[in-house]
């Protein structure tokens, strides 16, 4: 991938200038596509079976919630 970007570029210039308006457009559409993947994990979730579906999220809340939350903030922000 690289190597051949390297053979295409017509020279040192043209590289570095199309490597540094490649690089933010590839950050931003892997940052949207992770955002949209953090919004949409449950679904295929809620489709497999609707009932449990939403009983095993209830289920991920609570335990987060009541056992996970306090000692990963604790670890997390110890300074504060």
């Given amino acids: 991938m690289l ?19 490649e690089l ?10 992770n955002l949209i993947q953090a919004f949409i994990w449950p679904l295929p979730l809620l489709e497999f079976s609707p009932p449990w579906g939403i009983a095993i999220l209830a289920v991920i809340y609570l335990v987060f919630a009541n056992f996970i939350k306090k000692p990963l903030e604790q670890w997390l922000f110890k300074d504060d």
């Fill in 24 to 33: 933010p457009l590839k950050f931003l559409t892997e940052s949207f596509g």
């Fill in 3 to 21: 190597i051949g970007e390297i053979m295409a570029a017509t020279g040192v210039v043209s590289f570095f200038t199309e490597q540094l308006l």
